[in-house]
Structures are given as structure tokens and as C-alpha cells.
């Protein structure tokens, strides 16, 4: 980016403005200027004039002799009149001729810069008349609308008329190639090249063209009869009105025409037209970059990117007890000047983001409404913050007074975390809740980008925090499997470790810098860097004196290898010649960067050098004589990023793959097995993922439970269909009596099932059947209706099914022969019946595909349900199940995935045991480890209801518990025998 300066315009007025003729010539040889200007100032009006370090040959105030007042610094008051007065000042100035040695005034056979000060001014804008005598070669440019030529018999004279009001002007000659075009129809666009460039003239040109035409659609007319692009024999970058100028070695870099040269043209709108309001803040560097440089990166793609840059230049320089609030930075500084980091970073970097988060703040339309409203009713006047709130406010009809004053007032930045992440099931949708949270002192009034990543597809939810903690909540049809606060960078705020890439800006800006050296040889190789980086205030040791504490306490800097630098890096493999500088990432402390150089001589240094403070966002360079041969930017986490569910990698055979992989190839099958543990949370978990997976390819799906037996069908249809609830459905289908795990590890995937109308099957045979095999050891007790609902076919011979239904028993007990047979059969029966199940619905209804959620036992595809549905049924199949729960047999499982164990968070106790006793639910012990004791209730108390609902059997008592929490509180009402008196029936309230 180029530094721009401005002639300072003042607001129209009533009176008169004083008007300035000035005429000049040159002595090239000597580095002169010599002089007149005659200065006219209106009737009843004061005026101080400046004469600085001018030579003043001739001062007269309408003929009278005037005399400078040596203790104002050659300035003069001129007294009140009330009629015109007319100042006459003959002046002469030497500055030098070389422009290795000038600043900001070159007079010299190469060409004349006058951009400082070089004639004599008023304190209060004027309007300038420059007539200009210059060598024959040479061409001259200053302020203008119009401009004169005239050849005469010792060179050329230009006549240079602006009719705007400004406090200084400035005038530029050398030998140019000069070339001409127009825009907007009939306004000069010129530029003004050295003949030892002019082939960049072309471009300059059409690039220049392409800004104005942009500008002015976006902003409105440009303000000017015409614009220059004119080099220069100093390195500058400025903007003044009516032209730019750029230094030579600037115009060379192949890259100013796609950035810098937009960001100066701009600035004849915002900075020359609309002039800055010193006194009340520069508000035109930040509107520019913002404008330009910003809005240049965007059309790149790569506005992300250069916000971010913004932020870590901000951070990297501004220090965390910084002063200067945006409304205080009032300079325009010179990219060159040494020192000026800090206010750069946040005249025009904050500038820049200010703008940018109004923009969002009130919508596209509203901003650039707002701007060119603020132009058309500002221009060629001064302008404040106060001016463009105003604008702003009238375009998008809100009150901005709060925005604007914390990000114009305020010396510290935001800064965000989040705490308290919890994604959980709600009636079939996923529920993401988090506390987004200010860690600054005082909270900002912040609009937060909140993006949450939902089936790999990013959903942006524009968030509102105002105080130190917002509560979030956010419902998703898919589970959320990330988190992201402020993923582009579209707020001015504290970026936190991950964000903050290593690159050189990080230790230029650090507040604590050490150099780490090895020994005197080194010292001579290093000393052009020692040089500055003793400017820099930075700490020296050699390395036999510094320790990882030290380290560890700063942003470090190691000229040459060490024992301390290989002891964290190694030996990097850096080239043997030239001048590398390789940022890293303090391994000891990653507030802090440590930068590891290398070079083979002082030369080396000195000439990389020059450039290496330019470079600031790049963690690697080398440099050879001068040259940049390599420049690599770092990558950092763009934004706050939680991950909250990432999908887990299962194995076909031997072979990874990834979760949507797998759930590709599951959905060529027709039936699905999802094994469990059943009180294994991830495993529900892994079931829910992938059913949820499967419907979002294709809708026509059913959910086979073990769960329930088919007695509970009836129960399952009606919840499904909506007729009953999930109570009714739980009580239906007798859940707690016939199942009894954890209803909660099964709750999301069956509201998920009710939510999007999937079929849920009832697989298992009813309880009593199978216990009463297991017991009898057999089916010969059974009568003749409970055979009839056995499925006819059972096949207990399939190879290795014995051993593997011996192996699980034997982990429980020592069985005899006799209990062995009975629970052989016992399993063999529920695999037969959910095979069954599974197979006659899949006849039934040809379209669809089932999930069967089961047991691990019961889905092994050798042995277990998959053979025997085989049987029945011609049909593609999958296994599927987490190797915590068993492992991963490729004979077994078609795919195993790995899954790290999550708990369900502890159901809250009453601490009771219970049991059903004549219709009614009766306390037949306390617990230590629950509530009931605490309040008084007691061994035969008869819980009526709770919270209003009747508690009739110990199922209802258990559905009612399903809502309740942690923290929660609960009314029971009790009713307890008293052998003389009536019961008694009382109220009794537990939190758990």
C-alpha cells in the first residue's frame, strides 16, 4: 500500500478566499528556486502568513515595507482591514539537487520535486495560481483544472489554474513522455513518465481508466476537469488533487498497478474533493483501503485473507495498553517512513475494518447510498466522523451513534471465546446451544458471523452480543459437526493463537524481543541486523548466555545456528548463500515468534535488509544481492473454530474409509445392522449418524428395533403415525417392563424416526417366550400360542454360530449342558424372529431398505440375523458396528468404525426402590444415592403423582423421570399408612 498526502480543503464560505499568484523559475545547477507571489486577501478578514525557511528578498502589505516576526518561526500576522489588502513576497529556496539526498524537495537536472514546504502560505485555504518557467526539456505538473503551455526563448512556461480551495500546492518537472486520452467523456486523463519507462505508460494509463470509471459509479462524478499519473525521482506515493505521484522504483514493481495505484486514484474522491477534518480525526485512509485495497482482495477472492492480515498487522504492532484510539490517528504516512507501524495499523487497517463492519452492519445498499450522499454533500469541503455517521444514519434509518463511538473511541479491541458447547437431540432435530463470550472489560455491541458447518455445508448465522455472555441456540435437520465464530474475519477484534500465523511483522512488533547470537564471527556477519535491531531496543546475548527461559519470555531472533536454536528446530535446511529469515512459532510460548536467520556475508544483510521491513506477512524469505527469490505466507485457522461431532473412519477389510464413503456403499444395501453394547452411548450414537446418513440419500426407510417386541407393533405404528405420544407409545409398548436399559440412549434415534415418518419395526420375540426357552431349555413348555408366534424356521446349525454363542456365555457363567441348550435356543430364537421380521417387511414393501439396530451378537454377518434373512430373502446386506463394543472381524463386520466413548450425563435419582403393589407404585427401600431419604419419605410410602401426573405403576413413574434432570425440582405427592389414624397424604418437593 502507498501513503497518500492531501492539500488540506476548507469548507465553503461566505466570505471571500484569499487568492494566491505565484511565479517561479529555477536555477538547476545551484538547486534554487527564486520567486513571487502576490496574495490577495478579501476585506474585514485576518490572515497569517508563512514564510518558514524561505529567503525573502521582497515583503510588502500594499506597497509598505512588512517585517516577519522572528519569534512566530517567519510567520506574520496581517491586522484586519476593511478594505482588501494585497501581500507582495519575493522569495528563494536551495534544497538538493541529488535525490539520493532529498526528502521531499529535488531540484536538480533530473527533475524538480517541490512537495514540502517551497513558498510562502496562509494558514487558511487559498485559491492558487502557479505560472511555472522550466528548463526546454522539461514538462511541469502541479494542481489544476486547466493548464497553459508556452514556449519561450529560454525553456517553457506553464500556467497552472485551480479553482479550489487549498492551503499549499505543490509542482513537479522533469523530462517526461508525456500521453493523453480522455474518460467520462470529455476529462483528461495524462500521465507523465520518464523516458526511460514510457513503455509503462499504456498500462498505467488503462488501469487508471478502469479505477475512474469504477469509482465513479460507485461514489459518483469525479470531481476534477482532469488526472495525471506522474513518476517521480523520489521514492513517494502521494495523492494530491487533480494527479498522483509515484516514485520511480514504485512505478517499476509489477504489482502497484493492481493495488496501490486504485487506492490513490480513489483518494481524489475521499482525502482531495472530500477533505479530512485534521482537528477531528483522518477518517480518508481508512475509507480508502477499505474501498480499494480491500475491495481489490475481494474481486480476488481473497478478502478473507487480507482482513486477517489486517487484524495480525494490528496486533503485531498496536500493544495491548495502546492509547490511540481510530479517532485520534489524523496523519497520512509515507509507506517509507521508519516508525509509523503502529499508527499505520490502525489508521488504515482499523480504518479499514470500521468500514467494512458498518457495511455489514447496514446492508450494501444502505452503505453505499450513505457514501454518496456523504460526496455529493461534502465535496470540495472538509469532513469529519461526525459528517459520515450523519450520512450513514440517514441511508440505512438507524441509529449509529453506539457503533460509531466504540470503534472511533475505544482503544482496546474485542475479544471472543465460546464456552459451554453441547449439540443434543430435540424432537427429531439437532440442537447446538453455546455462551458466546467477551473477554474484554466492557463488552462491545457486536453483530458476530456464526457458522456452523451442517453436511459439510456451511450455514452463516449473523449473531448479536452486546454483553459479557449471549446464550446461543440453534436447532439443524443434520447433526452440526463444527463451529466457526467469525470464519472471514469480519470483525476488528483480538485474533486468538491460531489465528495469529508466525510471519516477520509479529517480531518487528513485539514488545519483548531477544537476539540470540553465537559468537564474535557471527556478530560481524550479522551486523547490519544487530544495528537496527539495537534501534529496535532489543535484547543481545550470545548463546552460551541464553536459556529456554529466555525463550520462553520473548519473541527471539537467532542469528546462526545454536545449540539453543538445533535444541528446539534442528538444523534447518536453509541456502548456504544469501539471506534467510524463517518465522516460526515460539515452541515456548506461542503468544511469541521465533525467527531463525541465515547468512554467508554482511553484504548479504545489508541489502535484504531494505526490503524486509515490506514484508511483514510472510513467515519465510530468502534473499540473494537485493532479490527476493522466495516468500512463502504461513497458513493459521481463519476464525474461531470448536469442532463439535467429526464423522468417525471405519474399515472395509483393511482398507480406511471415510464415514461418507461407507455411507456410500451402505446404501447400495437393502438391510443395514448398526450393532450396540446397549449401554454404550457412542454406539446409539453411530446408529442415529447413520440412519440420519442413509435417509438423507433416500427417504424410503425403516428402523428395525430389537428394542421392542412384536407385540409393541401396534404401539410403535401409532407414534409414528401421530395418534399417540411418546408416553402413550412407552406405556403401549410396555418398554420398561420388557427392555429396561437406558430409554434415553434410544430416545433420539426414535423422535428422529417420528419427526420424518420412518416405519419403526418391533424385531424381537416377546420376552416371555425367550426367557421361558432359556429356562425350560427349550421350546417344549410352550404352548400352543406361543408357538404359533415362533417363526417356523430356525437354524441353530450355521457354521460357527455354537462356538461363538458358547464363547459369550461362558463369559458369564460355567454352564451344564442343559442351560447351554436352552440358551442356544433362546438366541437362536431372537435371531430367527428379527430375521423374519426383517424379511417379511422387506417383502412387503419392495422400495424400502431397513436398519437393524441390535445387540453386537445379534448382527454378526456370519452367524447371527444376516444369514438367516439371507434365507429368506435374496438380498444385499451390511454390518456395521463401533470396535468398542466388539472387534473388528472382517468375517463379522463389513465395516468397523472407532469411536472414542461418550457417557450419557447421570439420569437424576430419587432414590428409591420401588415396585407395583395393587395398582399402585410402593417404596420398598431407600437409596443412599438419591433425594428421597433428605425429604422425609420413607420405606412403604405410596407415590400418587408427580407434578400432577397419577403414578400408577412403576412405568409411569419411570416415563415421568425420562424429562427431568439434573437441577430440576419435582412435587410428589405421597400417601402413607398410619395403622391408627387415616393415611395420610402430603406434598413433598425434591431437586435432584
Known amino acids: 500500500m502507498l501513503a497518500t498526502i492531501f492539500s488540506a480543503t476548507a469548507a465553503f464560505s461566505a466570505e471571500p478566499l484569499p487568492r494566491q499568484q505565484l511565479t517561479v523559475g529555477f536555477d538547476l545547477e545551484a538547486g534554487r528556486i527564486f520567486g513571487t507571489a502576490q496574495i490577495t486577501i478579501a476585506a474585514n478578514s485576518e490572515a497569517h502568513l508563512e514564510l518558514g525557511d524561505l529567503t525573502i528578498t521582497y515583503l510588502r502589505l500594499d506597497g509598505k515595507k512588512l517585517l516577519p516576526n522572528p519569534t512566530a518561526g517567519g510567520a506574520t500576522t496581517i491586522p484586519v482591514a476593511d478594505r482588501q489588502q494585497t501581500i507582495t513576497v519575493s522569495f528563494a529556496k536551495t534544497v538538493p539537487t541529488d535525490p539520493h539526498q532529498a526528502t521531499d524537495n529535488l531540484i536538480g537536472k533530473e527533475g524538480i520535486t517541490l512537495t514540502g514546504f517551497w513558498h510562502p502560505r496562509l494558514d487558511s485555504p487559498s485559491l492558487f495560481e ?3 518557467d522550466v528548463p526546454p526539456s522539461f514538462t511541469a505538473i502541479s494542481e489544476a483544472n486547466q493548464i497553459d503551455e508556452e514556449k519561450r526563448a529560454n525553456g517553457r512556461r506553464f500556467r497552472f489554474r485551480f479553482e479550489h480551495p487549498t492551503t499549499a500546492i505543490h509542482l513537479i518537472a522533469g523530462d517526461y513522455a508525456v500521453t493523453e486520452t480522455t474518460f467520462a467523456n470529455d476529462k483528461k486523463l495524462v500521465t507523465y513518465f520518464f523516458k526511460e519507462d514510457q513503455q509503462l505508460a499504456e498500462n ?14 460507485l461514489i459518483g462524478n469525479f470531481p476534477y476537469q482532469r488526472f495525471s499519473v506522474v513518476e517521480n525521482r ?19 514493481l509489477p504489482f502497484i498497478t493492481e493495488t496501490s495505484l486504485g487506492h490513490e486514484v480513489l483518494h481524489q474522491w475521499f482525502g482531495n474533493a472530500v477533505a479530512t477534518d485534521y482537528e477531528h480525526g483522518n477518517w480518508a485512509e481508512g475509507l480508502t483501503t477499505s474501498l480499494a485495497d480491500l475491495a481489490f482482495a475481494e474481486d480476488a477472492g481473497k478478502g478473507n485473507a487480507f482482513r486477517q492480515a489486517q487484524l495480525v498487522k494490528y496486533q503485531s504492532y498496536v500493544p495491548h495498553q495502546n492509547d490511540l ?4 490517528f489524523t496523519g497520512g504516512i509515507s509507506h517509507l517512513a521508519n516508525g509509523q507501524q503502529q499508527s499505520r495499523a490502525i489508521g488504515y487497517g482499523k480504518g479499514a475494518m470500521f468500514f467494512h463492519m458498518l457495511r455489514k452492519e447496514i446492508g450494501d445498499k444502505a452503505f453505499f447510498t450513505g457514501l454518496g450522499d456523504f460526496y455529493q454533500r461534502l465535496r470540495f469541503q472538509s469532513a469529519s466522523w461526525d459528517d459520515l455517521q450523519t450520512s450513514f444514519a440517514t441511508a440505512s434509518h438507524q441509529d449509529l451513534q ?7 473511541n475505544r482503544t482496546d479491541l474485542p475479544e471472543l471465546a465460546v464456552n459451554n458447547i453441547k449439540v443434543s437431540e430435540k424432537d427429531g432435530r439437532s440442537e447446538l446451544s453455546f455462551t458466546l463470550v467477551q473477554k474484554t472489560k466492557g463488552p462491545y455491541q457486536l453483530l458476530v458471523p456464526v457458522q456452523v458447518m451442517v453436511n459439510n455445508q456451511p450455514q452463516i448465522i449473523p449473531t448479536t452480543s452486546k454483553d459479557k455472555e449471549t446464550k446461543v441456540s440453534l436447532e439443524f435437520a443434520q447433526p452440526p459437526t463444527q463451529l466457526v465464530i467469525d470464519g472471514d474475519h469480519d470483525l476488528l477484534r483480538i485474533l486468538s493463537n491460531e489465528e495469529m500465523p508466525p510471519v516477520w511483522s509479529r517480531f518487528a512488533g513485539s514488545a519483548k524481543k531477544l537476539a540470540v547470537i553465537t559468537d564474535d564471527a557471527a556478530q560481524t556477519r550479522f551486523a547490519p541486523l544487530l544495528t537496527w535491531l539495537e534501534q529496535e531496543k532489543c535484547e543481545i546475548k550470545y548463546s552460551s548466555e541464553a536459556s529456554d527461559k529466555d525463550v520462553a519470555a520473548a519473541s527471539v531472533v537467532f542469528l546462526g545456528a545454536s545449540p539453543l536454536s538445533r535444541s528446539l528446530f534442528a538444523t534447518p535446511k536453509h541456502p548456504a548463500t544469501g539471506f534467510t529469515v524463517d518465522i516460526r512459532r515460539n515452541p515456548l510460548n506461542t503468544k511469541e515468534v521465533a525467527v531463525l536467520v541465515n547468512c554467508d556475508t554482511a553484504d548479504e544483510i545489508k541489502a535484504g535488509m531494505r526490503k524486509l521491513r515490506h514484508y511483514g506477512k510472510y513467515s519465510y524469505l530468502h534473499f540473494k544481492n537485493g532479490r527476493t527469490l522466495n516468500k512463502q505466507q504461513p497458513e493459521a485457522a481463519h476464525g474461531l473454530i470448536y469442532e463439535l ?11 480406511t474409509q471415510t464415514f461418507a464413503e461407507i455411507v456410500a456403499q451402505l446404501h447400495q444395501a437393502r438391510v443395514v445392522y448398526v450393532g450396540e453394547g446397549h449401554t454404550t452411548y457412542e454406539d446409539h450414537l453411530l446408529q442415529l449418524r447413520i440412519i440420519r446418513a442413509l435417509y438423507q440419500h433416500d427417504p424410503k426407510l425403516a428402523i428395525g428395533m430389537e428394542m421392542f417386541n412384536r407385540s409393541a407393533q401396534p404401539a410403535l405404528d401409532g407414534y409414528i403415525a401421530g395418534t399417540i405420544d411418546e408416553t402413550e407409545m412407552l406405556r403401549k409398548s410396555e418398554y420398561f417392563k420388557r427392555w429396561g436399559y437406558d430409554y434415553r440412549n434410544y430416545r433420539d434415534i426414535i423422535r428422529f424416526a417420528q419427526a420424518n415418518k420412518i416405519p419403526l419395526l418391533a424385531l424381537n420375540q416377546q420376552k416371555e417366550i425367550v426367557s421361558k426357552v432359556f429356562r425350560e431349555s427349550g421350546t417344549a413348555s410352550l404352548s400352543k400360542d406361543e408357538l404359533q408366534l415362533l ?5 441353530l446349525d450355521i457354521p460357527g454360530y455354537r462356538e461363538r454363542i458358547h464363547s459369550v456365555f461362558t463369559m458369564h457363567r460355567a454352564p451344564t449342558p442343559e442351560q447351554f441348550k436352552g440358551f442356544i435356543q433362546a438366541q437362536a430364537l431372537w435371531d430367527e ?28 454377518k456370519a452367524e447371527a440375523i444376516p444369514p438367516r434373512v439371507a434365507r429368506r430373502l435374496e438380498v444385499k446386506q451390511a454390518v456395521v458396528a463401533n470396535t468398542n463394543s466388539t472387534e473388528a472381524d472382517p468375517k463379522q463386520l463389513d465395516f468397523a468404525f472407532y469411536l472414542d466413548p461418550v457417557k450419557l450425563p447421570p439420569a437424576p435419582l430419587l432414590g428409591v426402590m420401588i415396585a407395583n403393589k395393587d395398582g399402585m407404585v410402593m417404596v420398598e427401600q431407600l437409596s443412599p444415592h438419591g433425594k428421597a431419604k433428605t425429604v422425609g419419605i420413607r420405606k412403604g410410602d405410596i407415590i400418587i403423582a408427580m407434578d400432577g401426573h397419577p403414578i400408577k405403576n412403576v412405568a409411569d413413574l419411570k416415563i415421568f423421570m425420562l424429562g427431568k434432570n439434573n437441577g430440576d425440582t419435582v412435587k410428589l405427592n405421597i400417601k402413607r399408612h398410619r395403622a391408627i389414624f387415616p393415611d395420610e397424604t402430603m406434598e413433598m418437593a425434591i431437586t435432584f
Open 325 to 328: 484510539a481510530l479517532k485520534d
Open 402 to 408: 453506539d457503533f460509531f463511538h466504540q470503534w472511533l
Open 791 to 795: 417363526p417356523p424356521d430356525r437354524d
Open 130 to 132: 502557479l505560472v511555472a
Open 204 to 217: 498505467y494509463s488503462n488501469k487508471t481508466k478502469g479505477y475512474l470509471n469504477r469509482y465513479q459509479k
Open 833 to 860: 424372529t428379527m430375521a423374519e421380521t426383517v424379511a417379511d417387511y422387506l417383502i412387503r414393501h419392495p422400495a424400502q431398505r431397513v436398519v437393524v439396530i441390535a445387540g453386537v451378537g445379534h448382527v454378526a
Open 645 to 655: 461431532d467429526q464423522p468417525p473412519q471405519g474399515i472395509a477389510v483393511a482398507k
Open 234 to 252: 523520489l521514492p513517494t506515493g502521494y495523492a494530491m488533487p487533480t494527479f498522483t505521484l509515484l516514485g520511480q522504483a514504485v512505478v517499476r
